[in-house]
């Protein structure tokens, strides 16, 4: 199995887009907005805004419209010790930002009061743990933690966790044993799942790194104002690659100069013997477009998905859940009989369902309504596939059996907002009015606007960017329309077909890339 990751940079100022490939299917798509704050795992110095005993919860200002929530149980055993540091070394206090001669406060008791530990206006610093969803603010805690490649580096604790996918005991204590040779003194270490097999060499760089992300965000924390970001998350794209790279990834192409050459960069640190896997695309058409990722979004963001077999889903999403209801659609008549067409509709289905759930990072409760199936075996098979699809899912969920009534329950970690594309274009000629000018002329208006430019304007190098069918109805055949055109002005326009443009769109832009505006 293939994976492919493909960035497209240039979105005209409204941030770059990473799609995940899977043997050329879209399973992932993210938008990295530089502009975008409060993303997971950054580090703010914030402003203890209220205190609500009754939900043992504070409100904390970060910067954002709402102030971010902040549960006590999300405070962690060793609050005091990080409330204590923070006023230190605001205090400019010459200490070590290492934590070696730090010492450390009692820990705090898991059934206290937030009133014991917080007063109004405190500063104090903490960790986005989910980004603002709907009409929530961010959602906060002050158990900080930066991640590595390998290793996620916990201040104010001792602790070493290795991750429970690594099952081989000799391992565990391998890794355990090698962490607690290195680990620096008051710095808690949990090994991922990656860190299977490493040498101590590299544990030990990206345990550097860690610990360098941190001195360098203490010394930033000297001089922060409230509301000001002390450790940042990084990229996205980064991130991803730093969570996700093995051995099955084949290409990372990227559009972009200076991202191309950010991530190749990353890579050699990360990973040296993957750093042949980046190129740079620098095709004609868009990126998006030539890996064919742009229609599939137009097919698989609606509210009706098909399936490859005839069957369909329809996905309805409502503040408190999502509900995804299976349906046959033709497929019935391609079976000998309903329960071997319900079942083999119901396995596409959670294939589908398990994809469409990465795809628009679909959170919190999921309610499938799957067609109902009389032998438990085939439920239990049901159950099963989609537990199968889901392993390569990086947020957390749970998988209920489904019930006699054919709904499958499945919870997953939502921690930032549910991927959304209108998949439904407003007609470009009547704005959405229902009426247009007849279709067939849209080709005479291209040649009017065409000529004028041509001869009233005397651009030269025009190039015009438009739809599949309309680029396929000038460019047919040796005598085409565009070859005409060649005759008739002595000078060649350049076509670039866009699947994201409606069938009567198009537009023109001049050698220096800029849009004609007639």
Not at 53 to 70: V, W
Not at 142 to 155: F, K, M, Q, T, W
Not at 259 to 265: A, C, L, P, Q, R
Not at 398 to 419: A, D, N, S
């Amino acid at each position: 199995m293939s994976n492919e990751l493909v960035i497209n940079s240039s979105q005209n100022g409204s941030g770059g887009r990473i799609a995940l490939l899977k043997d050329k299917n879209l399973v992932e798509l993210h938008y990295d907005n530089e502009e975008n704050k409060f993303s997971v795992g950054d580090i703010y110095l914030g402003t203890v805004r209220k205190i609500v005993p009754g939900l043992n919860a504070a409100f904390i200002d970060i910067g954002y419209e709402k102030d971010a929530f902040l549960h006590y149980l999300d405070l962690g055993p060793n609050i005091r010790s990080l409330v204590k540091f923070s006023k230190l070394v605001q205090g400019k206090k010459d200490i070590s930002y290492k934590l070696n001669d730090f010492r450390m406060e009692p820990q705090i008791d898991k059934l206290g009061k937030i009133t014991e530990v917080f007063k109004q206006n405190q500063k104090i610093l903490v960790q986005v743990v989910k980004e603002p969803i709907s009409t929530k603010g961010p959602r906060l805690s002050c158990e900080l933690s930066i991640a590595g490649r390998y290793l996620v580096l916990v201040p104010f604790s001792s602790s070493i966790n290795v991750s429970k996918k690594i099952t081989d005991q000799g391992e565990r204590k391998r890794l355990l044993r090698l962490i607690s040779s290195i680990k620096p003194e008051n710095f808690g270490v949990i090994i991922r799942t990656v860190a299977e097999g490493k040498e101590v060499a590299e544990l030990d760089r990206d345990l550097r790194d860690l610990v360098s992300k941190w001195t360098n965000g203490m010394k930033s924390l000297v001089t922060a104002k409230p509301r000001q970001k002390v450790i940042g998350e990084m990229s996205r794209a980064a991130s991803m690659l730093r969570d996700m790279l093995n051995e099955s990834f084949d290409t990372i192409t990227v559009d972009d100069t200076s991202t191309y050459e950010d991530i190749k960069s990353f890579i050699r640190t990360i990973a040296p013997e993957k750093e042949k896997i980046v190129k740079q695309y620098n095709g004609k058409t868009k990126i998006f477009e030539s890996f064919g990722i742009e229609k599939q979004l137009k097919s698989l963001f609606g509210q009706t998905v098909s399936l490859p077999s005839g069957g369909y889903l329809v996905i309805e999403h409502t503040e408190a859940l999502h509900v995804i209801d299976v349906n046959s659609g033709n497929k019935s008549n391609s079976e000998t009989d309903q329960e071997t067409t319900a079942f083999n509709v119901n396995l596409e289905a959670a294939s589908e369902i398990a994809r469409q759930l990465r795809l628009r990072d679909m959170g919190g409760i999921i309610v499938v309504d799957f067609i109902d199936m009389k032998k438990a075996e085939h439920r239990k098979n049901v159950y099963e596939h989609i537990k199968n699809e889901m392993k390569s899912d990086r947020s957390k969920y749970t998988v209920l059996p489904l019930t006699k009534f054919g709904l499958m329950q499945i919870t997953r970690q939502r921690v930032r907002p549910e991927l959304n594309i209108v998949t439904k274009e407003t007609c470009p000629t009547c704005l959405g009015s229902g009426s247009i000018s007849a279709s067939i002329t849209v080709s005479d208006q291209l040649e009017k606007e065409l000529d004028y430019i041509l001869k009233k304007q005397n651009e030269k190098s025009v190039t015009i960017t438009l739809h599949p069918y309309l680029f396929a109805y000038f460019t047919h055949g040796f005598l085409s329309i565009r070859f005409k055109w060649f005759l008739k002005y002595n000078q060649w326009v350049k076509l670039v077909k866009d699947s994201s443009f409606g069938l009567n769109q198009y537009e023109f832009k001049n050698k220096r890339k800029e849009v004609i505006e007639l």
